[in-house]
């Protein structure tokens, strides 16, 4: 079984400044992770996903995240935050050789302020 | 639009009654699956459907009853629900039942159990 922790229920930024979203999660086999955004009204859009390869992973509307195997996370990160930017944000992760068995954070709502 | 299509957006029923929520999507997947979002609580895996087979059925009540004719369409029938049930329910589409292919969610039916 495995677990996904955002500690961050909510994070409120001002506009142009940097953001990061934590997420953590346990897993006794090997996993693969994703962040989705969901915007108010509507489904989940895939931001970016880790497979294999390069820990440094870069999505869409200049959003990256970090895979750090030793410390279990999995940290959203983006440079300099727009308006429309504000959503919540969803950590997932499913193990390696599992049929669909995902597992969902509880989100982090991300509110951008002008 | 992200070619997947959910009907109604919304729903109010009442404990008695039957209703159904519509999934159909125009991507040429062949997994299908239904996703329960409430408040506060992470995005709970319902049921998944690949090549028009139920493949995952998480422990969920007997009162929600899945239905997928086709790859295109996918159905969930309500009856006699709880008012504990009101949530967001998303339906989602991949190109196979592997989460490490992307996903693509509809805006989901925002369901009111009264």
């Known amino acids: 079984a495995q677990s996904v922790t955002q500690l961050d229920s909510q994070v409120p930024v001002f506009e142009e400044a940097p953001v990061e979203l934590r997420c953590n999660y346990s897993?006794?086999?090997?996993?693969?992770l994703f962040w989705y955004v969901q915007y108010p009204n509507q489904g989940l859009q895939l931001l970016l996903k880790?497979?294999?390869?390069?820990?440094l992973v870069k999505g869409i509307n200049g959003f990256e995240a970090e895979f750090n195997k030793s410390q279990t996370s999995f940290h959203l990160r983006k440079p300099s935050v727009h308006i429309s930017d504000t959503a919540e944000y969803f950590c997932?992760?499913?193990?390696?050789?599992?049929?669909?068995?995902?597992?969902f954070g509880i989100g982090t709502k991300l509110q951008v302020i002008p | 639009e992200t070619g997947v299509t959910q009907t109604p957006r919304h729903l109010v029923m009442g404990m008695t009654n039957k209703k159904s929520l519509k999934c159909e999507q125009h991507l040429g997947h062949n997994a299908m699956y239904w996703y329960k979002q409430s408040a506060k609580k992470p995005l709970e895996l319902m049921f998944v459907y690949s090549l028009e087979e139920r493949v995952e059925n998480n422990s969920v009540p007997s009162r929600f009853s899945p239905e997928c004719p086709n790859s295109s369409h996918l159905f969930l029938h309500l009856h006699t629900l709880q008012p504990e049930d009101s949530a967001l329910y998303l339906c989602a589409s991949s190109q196979d039942g592997t989460l490490n292919t992307e996903a693509f969610f509809g805006q989901g039916t925002r369901l009111t159990v009264v």
């Open positions: 880790y497979l294999s390869g390069s820990t």
């Open positions: 997932a992760v499913i193990p390696r050789g599992g049929y669909q068995k995902v597992t």
């Open positions: 897993s006794s086999v090997s996993v693969y």
